[in-house]
């Protein structure tokens, strides 16, 4: 298998690990301050990682050469997850991950100002492409809920946050001294945790942490170690093998697994017309893979 294929493959787990941070975010959002659980889950994770990569690779002094870059990278992902889970107080899955796939445009635009990485037409078709059937996924096939759709105060939050996670991406490209995935995880996670922790201190001494109702260390759990601790390496390794536009647009897949996850959840199972949405994605996906000599 080819490194590319490899990052294909990362960015498909990813895309499916990451999908159930929406409803399980839906759930817990207004049980716990977003900034506290947000810090809680940076902590985890680091600390899952860290040993990780103390036990593999180990944590070379090379490392720690311009500690800025994680602090940098740190930040923007804090600031995604912060912002996804203030949205998601009022915002509906559904709705949320109508907005998380714009990403991939906004990544696109982003790797192009930053490592000036040109989005071929082919590539551009696969993101439209995968855009309307995304689309269609999240609206149920129903156009008349897509005319209906508002950007509330939620909707908003979150777009500001996947602005933060567009630039994340061609950022790493950037910010990589050519450490081990595993090693640059840990340093960015540390920072973020670092980063939460003093801008939420008020918020984490604030929360009674013995009173929280158990959806919400499930919901802790699963994205700190599958959500952040797994999708950081995921994201981390494929963006070093595949252009920006190619990375995110995996999140095209994140509102069909959204659905399997609801199903999961005891939510009834959509019509049988929300396939024509998931095979525009599977198209999307297949454009991305025949075109890799522009990345």
């Known amino acids: 298998m080819t490194g590319s294929a490899r990052g294909h493959l990362a960015m498909l787990l990813f895309s499916m690990l990451v999908a159930g941070s929406f409803p399980l975010g839906a759930l817990v959002a207004n049980e ?4 506290a659980f947000t810090a809680a889950r ?8 860290g040993g990780a990569a103390a ?12 500690p800025w870059r994680y602090l940098v990278a740190g930040g923007l992902l804090a600031g995604y997850f912060i912002l996804m889970f203030e949205g998601l107080k009022t915002a509906a899955p559904v709705s949320a991950a109508a907005v998380f796939t714009l990403t991939p445009i906004l990544s696109a635009g982003f790797g192009w100002l930053l490592l000036r990485q040109v989005t071929t037409r082919r590539i551009a078709l696969a993101l439209a ?21 508002e950007v509330g105060r939620g909707e908003a939050l979150y777009f500001v946050g996947c602005v933060l996670h567009a630039v994340y991406t061609p950022a790493v490209r950037r910010l990589s001294r050519g450490e081990n995935p595993v090693v640059f995880t840990f340093g ?3 920072a973020g945790s670092v980063v939460t922790t003093v801008y939420g201190w008020g918020a984490i001494r604030a929360t009674d942490w013995t009173a929280l109702p158990g959806i919400v260390w499930v919901a802790l759990v699963y994205t700190a170690v599958f959500a952040s601790a797994v999708t950081f390496v995921l994201v981390q390794y494929a963006t070093l093998r595949l252009p920006s536009a190619k990375v995110m647009a995996y999140t095209y897949l994140t509102p069909s697994w959204v659905i399997l996850w609801q199903i999961a959840l005891g939510r009834p199972a959509p019509p049988a017309l929300i396939l024509a949405g998931v095979g525009l994605t599977a198209l999307a996906l297949a454009l991305l893979l025949e075109d890799e000599g522009a990345g």
Not at 32 to 35: D, E, G
Not at 55 to 66: H, I, K, N, Q, Y
Not at 129 to 149: E, K, N, S, T, Y
């Open 188 to 190: 960015m996670t540390l």
């Open 55 to 66: 036990a593999t690779t180990g944590l070379p002094a090379s490392a720690a050469r311009a």
């Open 129 to 149: 492409i995968g855009a309307a059937g995304a689309l269609w996924v999240i609206f149920r096939a129903d156009w008349r809920a897509a005319l209906r759709f």
């Open 42 to 49: 940076f902590l985890l994770a680091g600390a899952i990682i």
């Open 32 to 35: 716990i301050s977003p900034v």
